[in-house]
């Protein structure tokens, strides 16, 4: 394992933001497992959480007006440093940053023990959750969250809390899904009002945007 202070990196045209390495799930497709960046960034493996100072620090090195979008994903969950993410975006949007992303598993709430979409009112434009799967069974078997069963249910929760503080709220799968399971992670996004989004398999070595 390969560990460097990469911090801020491209993809496509957006910037994303890596703040953290810790992540509550294990899932069985997770690209960091197969290698130490993505779509050729430099190693994403921190040397050590950064500090505010030093993604302020970052970010200051960069055109941010030149990116269609900044999202927070990197090699970890973004909202195990949700004090962080929260600053960094009100510090974004200071900057005059028109649309933010956040790429998550939707697990906030049991990471933190309490709700927290409403802190993403007026800082976060978009919510990307990694629905994986339709149902409970397979979610878990995929996913494989240490909160066990209660993280099926509470991630569905945080989506509809997103709903009433971030303007676009979405649940993503890849396109690798059954049949079935797609067609149920449809229906469910249905159910609860969520966009849905089917995003292609990629190995670490492609890109997105």
Request: proline content about 4%; some cysteine.
């Amino acid at each position: 394992m390969q560990k460097a202070m990469t911090i801020a990196y491209e993809v496509g045209k957006n910037l994303y933001l890596n703040i953290t390495n810790r992540c509550p799930c294990a899932c069985t497709f997770c690209l960091r497992t197969m290698s130490d960046g993505v779509y050729g960034s430099d190693p994403l493996w921190l040397e050590h959480e950064p500090a505010q100072e030093e993604i302020i620090a970052a970010l200051q090195k960069l055109s941010l007006e030149k990116y269609p979008e900044i999202v927070f994903c990197g090699y970890g969950e973004p909202t195990e440093r949700l004090d962080v993410l929260v600053e960094t975006a009100r510090w974004l949007k200071a900057q005059g940053v028109k649309t933010i992303r956040l790429n998550t598993n939707g697990l906030s709430d049991l990471i933190h023990g309490e709700p927290t979409a409403e802190r993403l009112e007026g800082l976060i434009d978009i919510v990307s959750i990694s629905l994986n799967a339709g149902t409970e069974a397979a979610y878990l078997d995929v996913t494989r969250p240490k909160f066990g069963r209660i993280a099926y249910r509470a991630m569905q929760q945080f989506a509809m809390d997103c709903k009433a503080f971030v303007p676009k709220v979405m649940f993503t799968v890849v396109d690798v899904l059954d049949a079935s399971e797609m067609e149920a992670s449809k229906k469910l996004a249905e159910k609860l009002g969520v966009d849905f989004r089917v995003r292609p398999y990629e190995d670490a070595s492609s890109r997105r945007d």
